[in-house]
């Protein structure tokens, strides 16, 4: 809960699987503890999940350069999504946009609010390695637009993993701020979240793991929930 308390939910090639054929528009997978141990994804499980997969996929964790990205990206991936390591060394997000395009680099964003203000944390992965990055969040939305970044998944670090709803205050802002499509990330807990989420934000997509990996919530069943309600959702 709240980026603390880790614990597996399973082979991720099985349930890579399991969320293709329930229907999952895309999928994210984080090595959350690539950044704060130095190193960067393994590409055998990239490649395995490749294989599997006919829907689009994103990999973060420890993308430090170029290269990086490429190896990610030949072993299957469609896009990159970088996090700390754009936080230490800002100009890898023009770097990575003018390579491969900015369809295919998403900024991850760790955020909470500090004494008022959303602030940006970096090695989110470990609570021990766990740090304020100096930014402003809305600001950094800004200025990774501006390098060249085509997608944000906001991580609302203060509802994560409490099934409280999303951050709907914080996602509002973003969204309203930067004209990326914005992913809201942390905090869904039932299907009525996600149309919360839709209903009171200009947010792109919703992005929920425990409530898919416990199966508390259906993806068709959401799907359907959420079209009847006369939200646009891919069938």
């Known amino acids: 809960m709240q980026f603390r308390n880790h614990r597996r939910a399973g082979d991720i090639v099985e349930l890579a699987a399991r969320y293709a054929h329930e229907g999952a528009d895309e999928l994210v997978f984080y090595d959350i503890t690539a950044s704060p141990e130095n190193r960067t994804v393994d590409r055998v499980w990239v490649d395995r999940v490749a ?14 350069s170029v290269a990086d990205a490429e190896r990610i990206l030949a072993s299957g991936a469609d896009k990159i999504s970088i996090n700390s390591p754009a936080l230490e060394q800002p100009d ?7 390579r491969f395009g900015s369809q295919c680099v998403v900024l991850g964003v760790d955020s909470r609010q500090v004494d008022g203000h959303w602030q940006v944390f970096s090695h ?17 939305l800004d200025e990774a637009e501006q390098r060249g970044a085509g997608e944000i998944v906001l991580n609302c670090m203060q ?6 709803g999303y951050d709907i205050e914080h996602v509002g802002a973003a969204a309203e701020q930067s004209s990326l499509p914005v992913v809201a990330s942390g905090g869904a807990g039932a299907i009525t979240h996600f149309q919360t989420l839709f209903e009171e934000t200009a947010a792109s997509a919703a992005l929920a793991a425990t409530v898919f990996h416990d199966k508390i919530i259906a993806i068709p069943e959401l799907k359907t929930t959420l079209r009847n309600a006369g939200i646009e959702i891919r069938p």
Request: glycine share 16%.
């Open 51 to 64: 294989r599997e997969l006919d829907i689009p996929f994103c990999v973060a964790g420890g993308v430090r």
């Open 92 to 98: 890898l997000i023009d770097a990575l946009a003018a």
């Open 124 to 140: 989110t992965g470990s609570e021990a390695t766990t740090r304020g990055a100096g930014r402003d969040t809305l600001q950094w």
């Open 159 to 164: 509802q994560d993993g409490v099934k409280g």
